[in-house]
C-alpha cells in the first residue's frame, strides 16, 4: 500500500513517480556542486583555477615535503603524487560532502598540514606509469 | 568577516560585521570545539592556512570536518 494513501497499481504511474524523485535528486545535486564549485574557485590561486578549468584538477605543493601533488576532481583516490603516481583518499568524515568541498579540503590540509593528511589518508599503487625523463633509446646497437 | 561551512548544501555562509568580533569568536569556538571542526583562514589569493586559534584580523575562514581515510 502506497504511504501517500494514493493507488499506484499502474507501471507508467510508479516510473512517473520515480522519474520526478530522480528528476527532483539530480537538480539538488546540481545545485550542491555548484554552491561546492563557487567555494573551491574562491579560493584557489590564478594557476590553479586556470589548471582546473582545462584539466578538472590542480597541483598543490606539500607543507612539509615539498612533494607536488595533483588533485583530481573524482570520488575516490584523487589525490596523486606527482613523482611516483601514488594515489591518496583522504576527505573530510561528513558524509554527502561535494567533490569541490573535498577538494578544497584537500588543498587546504595538503598546504598546510600535509602530515596529518597522510597519517590518515590511504594509498593506492599507481594505475599507470609514472612519467620519466626521457632516457637513450633501448635498442641502439 | 565571513565564515563558510562546509555542508551537504555545498556550503553554508555566516557573515559578521567588523565590530561584531565577539559573536564570531563565539561561533568560531562553537565550531572548533563544540563540532571539532577544522578551520582554515585565509592567507592571500589562493592560500588558506589551517589554525586552531581565532584570528579577528581574518576576513574569510574556511570550515570542515576532520580529515578520514576513504
Redesign the interface.
Known amino acids: 500500500m502506497p504511504h501517500d494513501g494514493r493507488n499506484l497499481d499502474c507501471d507508467g504511474d510508479i516510473l512517473a513517480a520515480m522519474d520526478r524523485m530522480w528528476n527532483a535528486w539530480n537538480g539538488r545535486q546540481a545545485t550542491v556542486n555548484a554552491r561546492g564549485l563557487d567555494l573551491l574557485l574562491k579560493f584557489l590561486s590564478p594557476v590553479q583555477t586556470r589548471e582546473f578549468k582545462e584539466t578538472n584538477s590542480f597541483i598543490v605543493v606539500g607543507s612539509h615535503s615539498k612533494r607536488c601533488y595533483r588533485i583530481h576532481h573524482a570520488q575516490y583516490y584523487n589525490v596523486e603524487n606527482c613523482e611516483d603516481g601514488i594515489c591518496y583518499c583522504f576527505l573530510p568524515s561528513d558524509a554527502g560532502i561535494c567533490i569541490p568541498d573535498v577538494m578544497l579540503a584537500q588543498k587546504i590540509m595538503l598546504e598546510s598540514d600535509e602530515h596529518a593528511a597522510m597519517l590518515v589518508a590511504n594509498a593506492r599503487p599507481p594505475l599507470r606509469q609514472p612519467k620519466t625523463p626521457p632516457s637513450a633509446p633501448a635498442n641502439a646497437d | 568577516m565571513r565564515f563558510?561551512i562546509?555542508?551537504?548544501?555545498?556550503?553554508s555562509t555566516v557573515e559578521f560585521k567588523k565590530d561584531d568580533v565577539d559573536t564570531a569568536m563565539k561561533k568560531f569556538m562553537e565550531l572548533t570545539q563544540t563540532e571539532k571542526k577544522?578551520a582554515?583562514v585565509?592567507t592571500g589569493?589562493?592560500?588558506?592556512?589551517?589554525t586552531s586559534a581565532f584570528d579577528p584580523s581574518a576576513d574569510e575562514m574556511?570550515f570542515?570536518?576532520?580529515?578520514?581515510?576513504?
Open positions: 563558510y562546509m555542508d551537504q548544501t555545498g556550503h577544522i582554515a585565509r589569493e589562493g592560500q588558506l592556512r589551517k574556511v570542515f570536518s576532520p580529515m578520514r581515510g576513504g
